[in-house]
C-alpha cells in the first residue's frame, strides 16, 4: 500500500523559508512522477512544482525563482524549498506521486501559513 507522509509546514513571516518534506513507502518511488500541490478554502487544488523520475522539474509562474523542488530517491523522499515566501503561498500543500502505470495517490496534506 502506498503511503506519503508530509512534513514542514508551519507558521512563518512574510519573506521567511520553509522546506517540506514527503517521505514515500510501499512504491518503486525512483520510477514516480512526483509532485507538490496546494488548496486554499474555496478553490481547486493546483500543482506548484513537478519531478520526473528522471529530474525533469516544472513550477507553476507563481513560483518560479523561489521555490525549488528535489528528490532523493535512495531515501524516498520529495521536498520543497521555499524562499521568499509570501502571504498568498497559504494553503495546505499536498504531496502526490503518480506510478509508471498511471495511478496516484494523495498524502494527507501539511498547512503552510505566510503571516505577520
Known amino acids: 500500500q502506498v503511503q506519503l507522509v508530509e512534513s514542514g509546514g508551519g507558521l512563518v513571516q512574510p519573506g521567511g523559508s520553509l522546506r517540506l518534506s514527503c517521505a514515500a513507502s510501499?512504491?518503486?518511488?525512483?520510477?514516480?512522477?512526483m509532485g507538490w500541490y496546494r488548496q486554499t478554502p474555496g478553490k481547486e487544488r493546483e500543482l506548484v512544482a513537478s519531478?520526473?523520475?528522471?529530474?525533469?522539474?516544472n513550477y507553476a509562474n507563481s513560483v518560479k525563482g523561489r521555490f525549488t523542488i528535489s528528490r532523493d530517491n535512495a531515501k524516498n523522499t520529495m521536498y520543497l524549498q521555499m524562499n521568499t515566501l509570501k502571504p498568498e503561498d497559504t494553503a495546505v500543500y499536498y504531496c502526490?506521486?503518480?506510478?509508471?502505470?498511471?495511478?496516484?495517490?494523495w498524502g494527507q496534506g501539511t498547512q503552510v501559513t505566510v503571516s505577520s
Open positions: 502526490y506521486s503518480e506510478t509508471v502505470t498511471g495511478r496516484g495517490y
Open positions: 510501499g512504491t518503486i518511488f525512483s520510477r514516480n512522477f
Open positions: 519531478i520526473t523520475g528522471g529530474g525533469r522539474t
